[in-house]
């Protein structure tokens, strides 16, 4: 079995709480959308899809348990806590967008004829549990393609990739995208191995990545940020995959900090760069990555390491949690569940995929 991030029955939400691995692995109940909002921006559960499903997941507990009869006043309620969890964190978008179709959602449940509080709590409720099923398939899908793209793309096989962050099972529902990626070339038998970053400041490549390769008996290696440029240069990396935060309409990408230098050292190697990302992740409403607010983390993140102060004391900290690659740095591609696509052909896709959707939908009305 996988590892879990989030474990959910009906009126119950627990996570495992990430700070303490790999050294314990321990699940903290969430009873609360205060509780889950305090585990998010404490980073106990981190990773944008997981940021999501733990925020909507958190909104369907406290529906099971409060009394509410008025059917406008559970809407308020849904609509209010919808908008206090996007402030958890606010550079991931998969929060913000699952806030904004579930609010569009709810309207369209409590607009129709026999509408009551009983039935738009129900319907909530199971939007939000639809997600953990949604994100694994979803997952599933961009590791295969992405998988089936590199091994056409890359010459020599099996290959050797290069990860940064955590973009595993723990940072959503299952499986995972860039690291479902790996996890999908190394079922094919078709890995050789994997580099995965430490990743300052906050070490989520070295004690989260690490962790689930070993965890799932894949070959990898683990190095130091400041080793990328050597481990492409000496080490055969086929490609470097990497997760996202924030992919915008022109295929900018916010990820976490450290990819942007990736992404430079990748093409000057000549080493095909891959960003892998549910369409959850993607923001076709901002037009470049200029306009992506990027989070800054407390300072501790960077100056202490385990609780312990490494820094010296009285030094200025700049700890911005994200960076943005630019499009053209993204030379293998952008992996999601509707296929992989260039930048610049993100946006029609897009769009073209939701269009069919909507019209699907409409016709299943019918
Ligand atoms: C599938 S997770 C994708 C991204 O969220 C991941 O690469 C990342 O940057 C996580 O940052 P974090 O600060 O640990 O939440």
Redesign the pocket.
């Known amino acids: 079995m996988s590892l879990e991030s989030v474990r959910y029955r009906p009126g119950c939400l627990a996570v495992l709480n990430?700070l303490l691995l790999p050294h314990e692995s321990r699940y903290e109940p969430v009873r609360s959308l205060q509780e889950a909002w305090e585990v998010i921006r404490s980073?106990k559960v981190?990773?944008?899809?997981?940021?999501a499903i733990v925020g909507c997941l958190s909104l369907a507990v406290e529906l099971q348990r409060i009394e509410v009869k008025e059917k406008d006043q559970l809407v308020t309620f849904i609509l209010d806590s919808l908008k206090f969890l996007v402030t958890s964190?606010p550079?991931?978008v998969?929060m913000a967008k699952a806030a904004e179709e579930l609010s569009v959602f709810v309207h369209l449940e409590a607009a129709r004829a026999d509408a009551t509080s009983e039935s738009i709590r129900k319907s909530v409720i199971q939007w939000a549990e639809d997600l953990l099923t949604k994100d694994v398939e979803d997952?599933k899908k961009i590791g295969d393609y992405g998988a089936q793209h590199l091994l056409q793309r890359v010459p020599g096989q099996p290959v050797t990739i290069l990860t940064?962050?955590?973009?595993?099972s723990l940072?959503?529902a299952g499986y995972?995208?860039?690291?479902g990626v790996i996890r999908s070339l190394h079922m094919m038998g078709h890995l050789a191995h994997v580099y995965c970053t430490e990743?300052r400041p906050?070490n989520?490549g070295a004690r989260?990545t690490a962790y689930e390769l070993v965890y799932e008996k894949i070959p990898a290696t683990l190095i130091a940020d400041s080793m990328v440029s050597v481990a492409m240069k000496e080490k055969g990396v086929s490609a470097v995959i990497?997760?996202?935060?924030r992919v915008v309409a022109n295929g900018d990408t916010?990820?976490?900090?450290g990819?942007y230098q990736l992404a430079i050292a990748a093409k000057h190697h000549g080493i095909p760069f891959y960003v892998?990302?549910?369409s959850t992740?993607c923001d076709l409403s901002l037009e470049d990555g200029g306009h992506i607010v990027i989070?800054e983390?407390p300072s501790q993140e960077l100056t202490d390491v385990n609780g312990k102060r490494i820094a010296a004391q009285g030094i200025g900290v700049w700890n911005p949690?994200?960076d943005v690659t630019p499009c053209d740095l993204i030379t293998g591609g952008i992996i999601t569940e509707f296929g992989v696509f260039a930048p610049q052909e993100l946006q029609a896709a897009l769009t073209k995929v939701m269009k069919e959707k909507k019209w699907q939908k409409n016709e299943a009305c019918v």
């Not at 940064?164 to 595993?168: K, R, Y």
């Not at 990497?242 to 935060?245: K, L």
């Open positions: 990430q980073m981190r990773g944008a899809p997981a940021i964190r550079t991931a998969n997952n940064h962050c955590n973009t595993g940072a959503t995972g995208t860039a690291l990743t906050y989520q989260l990497v997760g996202a935060d916010a990820n976490k900090v990819t892998a990302a549910p992740s989070e983390r949690a994200f």
